[in-house]
């Protein structure tokens, strides 16, 4: 067995492990990022104490997780994805959880960006 005071010991490489899926992290982040917006929202002008806590663990793990997954992404995928899906999100939650209509205007509008997400998704290419 060579220890590490061998000249011939070499650390095993850990470069070879696949960092976490980044668009994985990304769907945390906006997942995280949606949470923390209803709970916005729950707060009450950020009176009511457990929805607060809630908003700023929130924000603070979805900015986390996005800054991680833009270590591997371009910033134009990971702000297009965050923006509409996040936006996507907080339109169903309001209407889920806080009897928000959703419209067809506003269907049309989730629509448009959703085409527009993958049109300047489809233009980048993640770097290699």
């Known amino acids: 067995m060579r220890m590490a005071a061998d ?4 650390p095993a490489d850990r470069t070879d ?3 976490m899926n980044p ?5 945390f982040a906006i997942s995280a990022e949606v949470t923390a917006t209803l709970a916005l929202k729950a707060a009450d002008g ?16 979805a900015f986390w997780l996005m800054s991680n997954s833009m ?6 995928i990971v702000y297009a994805i965050w923006a509409g899906v996040g936006m996507v999100g907080a339109a169903l939650g309001g209407a889920l959880l806080f009897q928000e209509p959703i419209t067809l ?21 993640a770097p290699h």
Request: aromatic fraction near 6%; glycine fraction near 10%; charged fraction near 0%.
């Open 46 to 61: 950020l009176t009511k104490p457990l929805p607060t806590i809630v908003v700023v663990l929130g924000y603070g793990t």
């Open 23 to 27: 668009y994985l992290l990304l769907a």
């Open 7 to 10: 000249p011939a010991f070499q």
């Open 105 to 125: 205007p506003m269907m049309i509008g989730i629509a448009v960006i959703a085409v527009g997400v993958t049109i300047l998704a489809s233009g980048q290419t």
């Open 17 to 19: 492990a696949s960092p």
């Open 71 to 76: 270590n591997m992404l371009p910033i134009g």
